[in-house]
């Protein structure tokens, strides 16, 4: 008989680290568990043995956050996903972040990992995946690309779902800064139904807004950009000495932020998801800022985390 040795719940680890940076990426979905800078944990993660909750740094593939009822059109033919979040009756985060993904390549400061989605059913287009992820004198850079290997145009959303935080600072007296004119109004199951302006109201955080008891799980659109194209949502600590910043280049155009109050256990309302998103929920039926990709084209985009505001 032979003796096989338990894997893991997140598979196999790869860590990277440069200029005090340090950051696990992990093989279960290729996502991000952990990332922190002089021993400092700026990214709430989970243990090696731990499935991925909430998720946690995951990489959110063909779609981002949930499609209602599962069902969308595309290109006049309709599809039915599984109902991954079936208490609110929606197939919710993608098909990408509880797949093992495979490593292409790794440095002390790099690793680029991929995953090959195959066609199926529900989504009948075959996509290459791929993420490197790199740390450096600016923390966590991460680039990814998603490639239409199938013969028809795929419809196509990107996002990543790291929770962050500053130890010590509840989220209550977290300060945050969400650079969006605009919200998402949505319905009982988290769908949207409407946008509405932010301006004036108590979801207006384009100027620095302590969280306090405000439950956040709002996708923010109509970005105020960089001159760069891009954008970055920061949270700070009460005296505005210590923070951390999520910043997305200029083919992320919407936030989700989330501040865990649905989470149960030690991590509700522990940290902050703060997801750059290309798309907001339920694009595939809307239409909404969904990438179309042609058979062959290639997506390309980049976010990062850096400690500071």
Known sequence: MNNVEPSPASGAQWTISASGHEAVVVEVGGGLRAYRHDDVDYLDGYAVDEVCP???G????????RIRDGRYTF????????????????ALHGLVNWSRWRLVEQTPDAVTVEYDLPPQPAYPWALRVRGRWSVGPDGLRVEHEATNLAA???PFGFSVHPYLRLPGVAVDDLTLVVPARKRLV?????????ATPVAGTEYDYTEP?????AQLDAAFGEIVRDADGGSAVSLTGPDGSAGVTVWADRQFGWWQVFTGDALTGKRHRRSVAVEPMTCPPDAFRSGRDLIKLAPGETWRGAWGIRPGV
Not at 186 to 194: A, E, I, N, Q
Not at 209 to 213: E, K, P
């Open 209 to 213: 807004r302590r969280i306090g008891d």
């Open 152 to 154: 028809a145009t795929a």
């Open 54 to 56: 909430g998720s946690a």
């Open 186 to 194: 949505v319905d009982s199951r988290l769908l949207p139904v409407g």
């Open 58 to 65: 995951q990489v959110l593939a063909p779609w981002p956050n």
């Open 75 to 90: 290109d006049g033919v309709g599809y039915r996903l599984a109902l991954t979040e079936p208490e609110r009756g929606v």
